[in-house]
């Protein structure tokens, strides 16, 4: 039986602030920092907005549905984790990832060292080849909480293809 391939892309957003004595994970890669995210979670921004992008290119919702703040069972839990879970419910859906394209927007820390690691970090947890995953980031310029380094937001776009039988 032949299969119809689909292709769809979802668009992702996150924002965290900053807060002190938490680790700073971005992209499932821990970043030394004197600050990580506020969040429920380890408050990852870039598996965040990633995350939701790939639910939302299968219709499939966002992760305040899989894992709201609400859920006291998982405060603290690894956005990577959290991924791996997104993963599994794409492949319910008969559907993978194949792209990803996140720009992290942040005053400081400067990315451009980290940007290896963190495409990395994600290609181990989605599997789909390093060359398959643009990672950058930008500064906002001094403007805002985010200019202020107050906080730090993600956006990104993630391809995902869908096999199903005909």
């Known amino acids: 039986m032949p299969k119809d391939i689909i292709y769809r892309t979802g668009f992702g957003f996150d924002l965290h602030r900053f807060e002190k004595r938490r680790k700073l994970f971005i992209g499932g890669a821990e970043i030394k920092y004197d600050k990580g995210f506020a969040g429920h979670s380890d408050g990852d921004v ?4 990633v995350c939701d992008a790939a639910l939302g290119a299968v219709c499939a919702g966002d992760l305040g549905v899989y894992f709201p703040s609400s859920n006291k069972k998982i ?6 984790a959290i991924a791996k879970r997104v993963v ?5 859906k008969k559907a993978r990832v194949v792209h990803i394209d996140a720009t992290l927007i942040t005053e400081s820390p400067r990315m451009q060292p980290h ?3 963190v495409r990395q970090s994600m290609d ?3 599997g789909i080849g390093f060359d398959n995953i643009s990672f950058k980031s930008k500064s ?3 403007i805002g909480e985010i200019g202020r380094g107050e906080a730090a937001m993600c956006q990104c776009a993630v391809t995902v293809k869908i096999e199903r039988n005909s």
């Open 46 to 49: 870039v598996l965040h907005a």
């Open 75 to 80: 405060k603290g839990i690894s956005s990577a």
């Open 88 to 92: 599994e419910i794409l492949k319910k």
């Open 115 to 117: 940007y290896k690691a």
């Open 124 to 126: 181990k947890i989605f």
């Open 140 to 142: 906002h310029e001094g």
